[in-house]
């Protein structure tokens, strides 16, 4: 190479350094190399979270139902070897409901803000056995300050006092806080930026089952970017608890027909938890 092109080189390369492009293209080769999963275990990609891709995230789950399921039939995609989005993030020593509250404040981290009327932050009993997940406030829940508590939120309290539980015993919250604009899926970057504090209400919380309502939950906690019907009704380890996803209610006013899928899936959380089915 003669000095004019090394010169230019060497100046392209200082110009990325400070950008902070340095560890992304040293590390890059290794985030191609993709391993297989270990027996028992899925591998998955935080597609859902984009702040965590430079991480180049890769989460080991182990799979409860494996012995029902063979490895080879796993919908995930193997991703590259590095520290997850989840993983990365430390806990916080006696983390509570009401600091991470006051943390949030009048949030204006992502532009989920402009449009909302409260910040719905969460409700229930903050020391759950069982955390339900949706993806993010609609209109009453913006106007309410409160999750689920329109005709999806209804449905949901009937599913959880057929659980033998009342609305008050489990902790209700979403993955973003603030009502998406005409009820829009929540974008990657919204996700991403308001999904530590989901992560942090779950470390406070400690259930010992999470039950994601819909794709957006679970593909964000799971990250993964499949289809929800893919593992549906499965057993998956979130830090410690228990994870199943299962159908949001919204899908269900619209699909009926799935409520018998969402009871089998609720059975085996109730059969997690040591519940029995409501006499009718
Ligand atoms: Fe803040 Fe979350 Fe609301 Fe975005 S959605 S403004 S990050 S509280």
């Not at 979270?49 to 063979?70: D, E, G, T």
Request: hydrophobic share 40%; with cysteine; proline share 6%.
């Amino acid at each position: 190479m003669d000095s004019t092109s090394r010169a230019r080189v060497e100046a392209w390369l200082r110009y990325g350094e400070s950008l902070g492009l340095g560890p992304y293209y040293r590390d890059r080769a290794s985030e191609h190399a993709v391993q297989a999963p270990a027996d028992g275990e899925i591998s998955v990609r935080a597609e859902a979270a984009p702040s965590a891709a430079a991480a180049a995230a890769r989460v080991r789950v182990p799979v409860f139902a494996s012995a029902q399921k063979p490895a080879s039939a796993s919908p995930f995609v193997p991703v590259a070897a590095g520290p997850s989005l989840f993983e990365a993030a430390e806990r916080i020593e006696g983390d509570t409901l009401e600091k991470i509250r006051e943390d949030i404040g009048d949030c204006t981290r992502c532009k989920l803000h402009k449009a909302r009327t409260n910040i719905v932050f969460g409700v229930g009993n903050p020391k759950a056995q069982l955390v339900f997940i949706g993806e993010g406030p609609g209109r009453d829940e913006d106007a309410q300050g409160e999750p689920f508590v329109g005709r999806a939120g209804k449905l949901l309290t009937q599913m959880i006092e057929a659980m033998s539980l009342r609305r008050e015993d489990v902790y209700i919250c979403n993955v973003v806080k603030c009502r998406p604009p005409e009820n829009r899926l929540p974008e990657k970057d919204e996700i991403a930026t308001c999904s530590p504090f989901l992560i942090r209400q779950l470390a406070a919380i400690g259930p010992k089952v999470i039950c994601c309502l819909g794709a957006c939950a679970a593909q964000t906690l799971l990250q993964t970017n499949q289809g929800i019907s893919r593992f549906r009704g499965e057993w998956f380890d979130f830090r410690g608890s228990k994870l199943i996803a299962t159908y949001h209610p919204a899908y269900l006013l619209r699909n009926p027909n799935a409520k018998g899928e969402v009871w089998k899936d609720l059975q085996k959380v109730m059969a997690v938890l040591g519940l029995e089915a409501k006499r009718r």
